[in-house]
């Protein structure tokens, strides 16, 4: 499948008569909403259907139930191979009767030999995937506190647009709505405040997992200005979580939250 990597690309395949057809005010303004996550290549009505098959929005993609099983297949099959005890000193976990145990937004969270999987907290992919890349790959650095957008963590800049468009903007919409109903959840899960730096509205250090601390920023809108939340991870998340399980971690966050939403009696303003 070809790529779309940059604007220009998108815009040499437009015929940049500037209709206004697909919402935005120039063909070159659709173009930087497709790779910010915020367009389809579909919205655009002029483009002939070979070559919306050729590209397929491939800044759209999300991968199916096969292959997180496969992905969970592959990493429980590596368990094995890990000396448990040497990697619960890696990781800040614990190793105990057979099962390395980390916290995961203070729950715990274990592994045995045979990757079987134990938790306080529902299994799923969001959770799974990253902590068995955390046990099995991070090298278990500690946290600098220099912190950085996913943007800017190596192999983040290509996954950037659906970053945004699959973890910060549902937050970003959650918080919008329901300020105080989002302060209490991001609060909830053992945050602690942040450097006065990123001083914002509502902000918190989450730790998803214990040497992959994660920041939360939301900025309420002000006259002539809108919101804006940012997500932020210490410098040294690469090197204990590799950018596809750190994507992961931020989506599965943002469901999470956006799930907490409904549970609570928020369905109509939960948009995720």
């Known amino acids: 499948m070809a790529k779309l990597r940059t604007a220009v690309d998108i815009l040499k395949l437009l015929n940049k008569s500037n209709c206004q057809e697909c919402g935005e005010k120039t063909c070159l303004a659709f173009a930087a909403a497709v790779i910010q996550g915020r367009r389809k290549l579909s919205d655009c009505p002029h483009l002939e259907p070979e070559v919306l098959a050729r590209y397929a929005d491939d800044n759209d993609s999300t991968p199916n139930n096969g292959d997180v099983e496969d992905r969970l297949a592959e990493l429980k099959s590596h368990i094995a191979d890990i000396d448990l005890s040497a990697a619960a000193q890696r990781t800040g976990g614990e190793f105990k009767n057979g099962r390395l145990t980390v916290k995961i937004l203070g729950k715990n969270f274990s592994v045995d030999a045979d990757g079987k999987l134990?938790?306080?907290?529902?299994?799923?992919?969001?959770?799974?995937?990253?902590?068995?890349?955390?046990?099995?790959s991070?090298?278990?650095?500690?946290?600098?506190g220099n912190?950085?957008?996913?943007?800017?963590?190596?192999?983040?800049?290509?996954?950037?647009?659906?970053?945004?468009?699959r973890c910060e903007e549902?937050?970003?919409q959650l918080a919008d709505r329901l300020p105080d109903f989002f302060d209490d959840i991001v609060h909830m899960f053992s945050g602690s405040q942040v450097d006065p730096l990123f001083e914002s509205d509502i902000s918190v250090v989450l730790d998803p997992l214990p040497k992959v601390p994660l920041m939360i920023c939301y900025w309420k809108p002000e006259e002539g200005m809108d919101s804006s939340l940012s997500l932020?991870?210490?410098?040294?998340?690469?090197?204990?979580?590799?950018?596809?399980?750190?994507y992961t971690l931020g989506a599965g966050l943002s469901q999470m939250f956006s799930k907490l939403a409904l549970r609570h009696g928020f369905a109509e303003t939960a948009t995720v």
């Open 170 to 172: 549902p937050m970003k």
């Open 138 to 144: 991070g090298e278990g650095r500690t946290p600098t």
């Open 232 to 246: 932020f991870f210490d410098e040294t998340a690469a090197t204990n979580l590799d950018i596809g399980a750190t």
């Open 147 to 165: 912190w950085m957008p996913f943007r800017e963590l190596p192999g983040g800049r290509e996954r950037a647009p659906l970053f945004e468009k």
């Open 118 to 136: 134990y938790a306080d907290l529902h299994v799923n992919h969001w959770v799974a995937v990253p902590f068995l890349n955390y046990v099995i």
